[in-house]
């Protein structure tokens, strides 16, 4: 069984400065080969950074996507870049059909409005995953160093530090102590060792249900790609089937995980040979991502003003929870989280 987190929906964009620059964009010599109905133009999805996204329609492709990634916030060439290069690597990835690099404008293929979290429940949900475990495998096989950033030790740590700053901090509006603080930044160092001893790949960094689109061929289309890095084999396993925003059953995560072993293992990539092990390593990795997680989601609100983002908070916090009592290395941040659970009885939900 599953428990699905549905986000809020997004609001339409103001008619602001960067949407009259895309319809000038758009009107452009240039754009007159896919017959593009301007009038058609509307909202297709916003997510959590400062891209928005617009779905308008064409003679020629049906519907197109129109992303608005705007500088200096966000870089369309990396994306640009990263679309070749994921492509090159046989996966399902949007076609960039026109760009406009310095406003920040790329013109895609239009993946549709399915995503693998409207779609998942108990009968598609095994279908749905070993088609996404095979386009990671794909990714993976790929891999080389020296293309991707490197995600090192002092970049995951930064993502950890956002527990401590956003969740505790200004969220829960506590400040740890000496002790707790010590004892915090050990269970750091246990994560980020495990992390760190783990074999290299490409990583997505958010390979998860908003993220893979359902496909008639190719399955997932997979979006939100710009991020990538060269990084933990089993990051990205962690983000799909530990996922923020959909929940499933221990036993069927775990075989989930057992069947990517063996396929990852039959593709000659460098996954722990013991399958104890390994999946040591996917609960340590996706527990770093959840204590980044719950640091993001809380920025998200109090910086950024996205507030949707606190319904999944709950989910993330369970998903930490099992995985710290699992472990006697994670046990002091499972009494740490003991605490904070009492603060945040104090300070209470309102979702």
């Known amino acids: 069984m599953s428990t699905v987190h549905t986000p809020a929906n997004s609001a339409t964009p103001p008619l602001d400065a960067r949407l009259h620059a895309i319809q000038t964009w758009l009107t452009t010599p240039s754009m007159a080969e896919f017959g593009l109905n301007l009038a058609s133009l509307r909202p297709a999805s916003k997510d959590a950074s400062f891209r928005r996204y617009f779905r308008l329609d064409s003679e020629t492709h049906g519907s197109l996507i129109v992303m608005d990634a705007a500088p200096p916030q966000e870089n369309v060439t990396k994306f640009v870049k990263l679309a070749q290069l994921f492509s090159l690597c046989k996966l399902s990835?949007?076609?960039?059909?026109?760009?406009?690099?310095?406003?920040?404008?790329?013109?895609?293929?239009?993946?549709?409005?399915?995503?693998?979290?409207?779609?998942?429940?108990?009968?598609?949900?095994?279908?749905?995953?070993?088609?996404?475990?095979?386009?990671?495998?794909?990714?993976?096989?790929?891999?080389?160093?020296?293309?991707?950033?490197?995600?090192?030790?002092?970049?995951?740590?930064?993502?950890?530090?956002?527990?401590?700053?956003?969740?505790?901090?200004?969220?829960?509006?506590?400040?740890?102590?000496?002790?707790?603080?010590?004892?915090?930044?050990?269970?750091?160092?246990?994560?980020?060792?495990?992390?760190?001893?783990?074999?290299?790949?490409?990583?997505?960094?958010?390979?998860?249900?908003?993220?893979?689109?359902?496909?008639?061929?190719?399955?997932?289309?997979?979006?939100?790609?710009?991020d990538a890095v060269f990084g933990p084999i089993t990051y990205d396993l962690a983000s799909l089937l530990r996922d923020a925003y959909v929940q499933w059953d221990e036993e069927m995560v775990l075989d989930w995980v057992i069947r990517y072993w063996e396929k990852a293992k039959r593709a000659n990539l460098p996954v722990n040979p013991d399958i104890d092990a390994f999946y040591r390593d996917f609960e340590f990795m996706g527990l770093q991502r959840h204590l980044k997680i719950l640091g993001i989601f809380c920025r998200l609100n109090y910086r950024d003003g996205k507030n949707m983002?606190?319904?999944?908070?709950?989910?993330?916090?369970?998903?930490?929870?099992?995985?710290?009592?699992?472990?006697?290395?994670?046990?002091?941040?499972?009494?740490?989280?003991?605490?904070?659970?009492?603060?945040?009885?104090?300070?209470?939900?309102?979702?």
């Open 309 to 351: 983002y606190l319904h999944d908070l709950p989910l993330v916090l369970e998903y930490v929870r099992k995985t710290a009592n699992r472990y006697t290395d994670l046990k002091p941040l499972l009494r740490l989280m003991d605490v904070l659970e009492n603060k945040q009885v104090q300070v209470g939900y309102t979702f």
């Open 93 to 226: 990835v949007p076609q960039i059909f026109a760009q406009e690099l310095e406003q920040g404008f790329l013109l895609l293929a239009d993946f549709g409005e399915t995503s693998y979290l409207h779609q998942l429940n108990a009968d598609t949900a095994h279908r749905l995953y070993l088609d996404a475990i095979d386009a990671l495998i794909l990714l993976q096989v790929h891999s080389r160093p020296d293309v991707l950033p490197e995600y090192d030790r002092p970049f995951l740590l930064r993502e950890l530090q956002l527990f401590p700053e956003w969740f505790i901090g200004k969220h829960l509006q506590f400040s740890l102590n000496e002790k707790q603080q010590k004892d915090l930044d050990k269970v750091f160092d246990v994560i980020l060792a495990n992390n760190m001893a783990q074999a290299q790949v490409f990583v997505h960094r958010d390979f998860h249900s908003r993220n893979l689109m359902v496909l008639q061929n190719g399955n997932p289309g997979i979006l939100d790609f710009q």
